[in-house]
């Protein structure tokens, strides 16, 4: 299908860009449909809401003194909660991939627990540490918007320890090596050598982790004790509680700008220090610890304890019962009678999940290395290139926009056939893959872009055709990224809730749907389950992570 | 390198085949092979089962609380040859706020799940066609006055009152409350905690609660009283329940908490006895919640069968464990738990539904100012 690209670069649409141009138009249809016609239908719901349009709303709502006082709040929320998690994560990134220690894999697997916790469930557990009675009641801090700061923390650690961790095990430490030889100070040697090579990774990170804080929605309720209003709360409130769509829309659209401004930005900053990286097979091994790693052992030893505090609170919770130690929980589980509450077995949900989160993986995996593939790509032309920035930022929107919109939008714009997919089983997985999916592209991009193209030019020069060419050069070095991102895809789509609980099929249940049941009714035993349940949700996901990043072992090892 | 290909071609086809082993359309045959009369399904292609000839499927839509035994889906098929789908769309405000929005092309037949603090709004915009069947007896003082009496129907109600561990107070030496006045009270300084009104279906309840027994006029100075009172809200039930109540599981300090009528059954220690918490039923707010044909459903006759048979008393009297609520039928027999335990409001708090639609996002808004600003 693809021939050689020829050498002249004045021809308009060459060979590859027509490839290019094909891979775009699967995630670009999937984008459109699952994404852009659901927000598009609810802003026009409440903007044109009888076939004209009816912007009064806007001044009005722009101007009241509470959407300013929210649209601070969610942003300088979800900047510090960015920095936070990045001057914790990168040290702790540091720890996990560059040095070898033994138990490295399991504090890894403990890193990625919190990823994929019910928010409801992490609510109670940092609320019983907090409350007045609680192990750390004596700090006062419950309802504290600081609380709400950890707990962004405490989610998002994974999301940088994994994009910069991957970026970071793969570079080739020769580099660090001759500028420490030539005298740098090691903080000379981080700051003019390792810091340039990982900043793009840092930037995608930390675009991530805005994204996710700045729509965080359950946290800041629980946590707050609603006391706090973020932009993303207040959509909820309009559209779930008053209808009052024309508020909700000028809110979105708030966002959407918002958003769409955050991804400039950072694509600017990202484009400035994206950089060619030698990488080296051997020489980027993790190396033994040394004495001079103290201070950043101590910071991502601290970082992890923050982890494990709630964690284990939830660990041990869920292994009491009737004022004693029991596994009575855990062999509830199975018992799809153990609870009023549910339908089906807590085992058969988490067989759901696994085979929802199966599509979901592949679906976003799909995507996702076709997106990541097309916006490595740097054309000469300067149109070419905006189009391209502007692919990059389309797909990372889904994160930024409000759940609430894109689930009532999928109600009122899927509605007809051919489309026709609002009851349909198979939007929950596709809903899991438009949120995975950004991870994946954020993981793999960097990665990519990193790569030389003269490495390509040259592989064609010899004769390999663009995807041989592609192949030959990336490949390799995808693959630790690819199999990261697809224990991320996973645990993505484990851990999902809010799309989830609108769509799935009350007779075929994901394990965060059953949890949130069972949390929210009454009775010990209820609760119990419901932390049991969480733990095991916690425990498989770390388990598929661990198992496809072991794959790796055997893939490298065939380059 | 050729090599390295095909290993890794071999590698990725070995992962491909183990991935389509376990995927979503897997589970779907397998399921069905096992269970074929449960409904699944049925909102695909797949052929229903030999009893479908009477008339195909019908929808429920409803909020994430629903669940009702598989025999009971089962039965509905069985006795009226008619599919059941159950579609869950949120809880009980966004279930009321999707169906007006989809009211063009409804999502379903049947809706269930419409409170009486959400009734006006949904009958008003016409999400529901009018069907009227006969209320078993008890039911009438649940239906709705005027036009909404004529599309929706009474399944169940509950009560949404405070409820206080008794335990705590017996220690302690203290003379529990009994009213919502009482709350105010410097007594219980601290005491209480309550899920709030913008966040929380039964938070908007007890806000409703306090609206009716103080008035339109004077419930702001009551919450301002009882904020003043050390009084903690919190975004949801669980939380209030399970964190912060004496009582509920978890190791709180608030011995008075919002909760249901229902709830003090579930506070039976294990070795039997009674329940060490109570419900003060002087300061219930009922909730009920109802059935309605939706304006154009595909299949308005199964979806008017539907609502016969949710008035029915087998599913009346599984509707106690399955949602915790009390059925409208008063002559079904309650669990025995129940029946010796979960007291109904004898004079619940009332608000007329039509003030409620008229005013709720004032009151909502104006709540918030002063209990959580």
């Not at chain 1, 930005?265 to 950089?275: C, D, G, K, N, P």
């Not at chain 2, 992962?15 to 082993?21: G, I, P, Q, S, T």
């Not at chain 2, 405000?93 to 989809?102: F, I």
């Not at chain 2, 603090?117 to 069947?133: I, K, L």
Request: hydrophobic share 50%.
């Amino acid at each position: 299908m693809l021939r050689p690209a020829p050498l002249s670069r004045r021809s308009h649409i060459t060979p590859t860009g027509l490839g290019l141009v094909l891979l775009a138009l699967l995630p670009l249809a999937f984008l459109v449909v699952f994404f852009a016609l659901p927000v598009g239908g609810m802003l026009l719901r409440g903007l044109r809401p009888e076939g004209t349009w009816d912007l009064s709303a806007v001044p009005e709502v722009l101007g009241r003194a509470r959407t300013l006082r929210v649209v601070i709040f969610t942003v300088s929320m979800a900047g510090a909660g960015t920095v936070l998690s990045l001057l914790l994560g990168v040290p702790l990134a540091h720890v996990l991939y560059r040095l070898a220690f033994p138990g490295r894999g399991l504090v890894r697997a403990v890193v990625v627990m919190p990823f994929v916790l019910p928010t409801v469930v992490v609510g109670v557990m940092f609320r019983s540490l907090l409350a007045p009675s609680g192990l750390l009641g004596w700090l006062g801090l419950d309802g504290h918007w600081v609380v709400i700061l950890a707990a962004f923390v405490f989610f998002n650690l994974a999301v940088v320890v994994r994009t910069v961790g991957g970026m970071w095990e793969g570079l080739d430490r020769r580099a660090e090596e001759s500028a420490a030889a030539l005298g740098a100070r090691p903080w000379q040697v981080w700051r003019t050598v390792t810091l340039p090579a990982l900043a793009p990774a840092l930037i995608s990170a930390g675009t991530l982790v805005f994204l996710f804080c700045s729509t965080a929605f359950g946290v800041v309720l629980t946590l707050g004790g609603l006391r706090y209003g973020t932009v993303e709360t207040e959509i909820y409130l309009l559209t779930t509680q008053f209808l009052d769509l024309q508020g909700a829309a000028v809110l979105s659209l708030l966002q959407l700008g918002a958003v769409v401004m955050m991804l400039a930005v950072a694509a600017r900053t990202r484009t400035r220090r994206e950089q060619a990286l030698q990488r080296g097979g051997a020489r980027s091994a993790p190396r033994p610890v040394r004495r001079s790693d103290l201070p950043v052992l101590l910071v991502a030893g601290a970082v992890v304890a923050l982890v494990l505090l709630p964690v284990s609170s939830l660990v041990v919770r869920s292994l009491q019962a009737g004022g004693g130690w029991s596994l009575r929980h855990y062999t509830a589980l199975a018992d799809p009678d153990a609870s009023q509450a549910l339908r089906v077995s807590v085992t058969t949900a988490m067989e759901n999940s696994l085979r929802t989160a199966v599509d979901a993986t592949v679906i976003a995996m799909v995507l996702g290395v076709s997106v990541a593939v097309l916006v490595s790509r740097r054309p000469r032309r300067a149109g070419a290139r905006r189009l391209v920035a502007l692919l990059d930022g389309a797909f990372m929107l889904p994160l930024g926009i409000s759940a609430v919109t894109v689930g009532f939008g999928f109600l009122i714009t899927l509605d007809r056939p051919p489309l026709d997919l609002r009851t349909s089983p198979v939007l929950v997985p596709i809903a899991q893959a438009m949120v995975a999916l950004p991870l994946v592209v954020r993981t793999l991009a960097p990665v990519l872009r990193s790569v030389d193209p003269r490495l390509r030019q040259a592989a064609a020069a010899l004769g390999a055709n663009p995807l041989r060419a592609a192949w030959t050069v990336e490949a390799p070095v995808l693959v630790r990224p690819l199999l990261a991102a697809t224990g991320f895809a996973f645990a993505v789509s484990l851990g999902e809730f809010g799309a989830t609980a609108f769509l799935a099929r009350p007779d075929r249940p994901t394990v965060p749907v059953v949890i949130y049941e069972l949390i929210s009714r009454p009775g010990a035993d209820n609760l119990g389950m419901a932390l049991a349940a969480a733990t095991l949700l916690s425990l498989v996901t770390v388990t598929v992570m661990g198992l496809v990043e072991r794959l790796r072992v055997h893939a490298v090892g065939a380059f | 390198m050729d090599r390295s290909i095909r290993a890794h071609t071999a590698l990725s086809a070995t992962v491909l085949l183990a991935l389509a082993a376990c995927s979503t359309g897997g589970g779907s045959g397998e399921e069905s092979e096992q269970e074929p009369a449960t409904g699944d399904g049925a909102a695909t292609s797949e052929p229903a089962g030999g009893t479908a000839e009477a008339g195909g499927e019908v929808v429920l839509v409803t909020h994430d609380s629903f669940t009702l035994p598989d025999e009971l889906i089962e039965g509905f098929s069985q006795q009226t040859g008619y599919e059941l789908t159950v579609q869950t769309v949120g809880d009980a405000g966004a279930l009321v706020n999707q169906l007006v929005l989809t009211q063009d092309s409804p999502i379903g037949d049947v809706a269930f799940g419409v409170d009486n603090t959400f009734a006006s709004r949904a009958a008003n915009e016409g999400v529901f066609a009018p069907y009227s069947p006969e209320l078993p007896e008890g039911a009438e003082q649940h239906a709705l006055a005027g036009e909404g009496a004529e599309v929706l129907t009474p399944v169940d109600f509950g009560d949404v009152c405070v409820n206080i561990d008794d335990t705590w107070f017996a220690e302690e030496g203290i003379d529990p409350p009994a009213t919502l006045q009482d709350l105010t009270d410097p007594t219980y300084d601290g005491l209480f905690v309550t899920p709030g009104a913008s966040t929380s279906s039964p938070g908007l309840a007890f806000l409703l609660a306090t609206i009716g027994e103080f008035g339109e006029d004077g419930w702001q100075d009551y919450w301002r009283e009882l904020m003043a009172n050390g009084t903690k809200v919190t975004s949801g039930w669980t939380d209030a329940y399970t964190v912060d109540f004496t009582a509920g599981g978890g190791d709180g300090d608030r011995p008075i908490v919002l909760s249901y009528a229902s709830s003090p059954p579930f506070t039976i220690p294990e070795d039997g006895g009674e329940p060490t918490t109570s419900a003060l039923l002087e300061t219930c707010f009922r909730q009920v919640e109802y059935a309605g044909v939706l304006e154009g459903a595909a299949n308005p006759e199964g979806g008017q069968a539907l609502v016969d048979y949710l008035l029915t008393d087998e599913v009346q009297a599984a509707i106690p464990n399955a949602m915790y609520v009390f059925p409208v039928a008063e002559d079904v027999e309650l669990p025995e738990v129940w029946s010796r335990w979960a007291k109904v409001a004898e004079d619940p708090i009332t608000v007329d539904p039509d003030e409620v639609e008229a005013n709720r996002e004032e009151w909502v808004r104006e709540w918030a100012d002063i209990a959580t600003g």
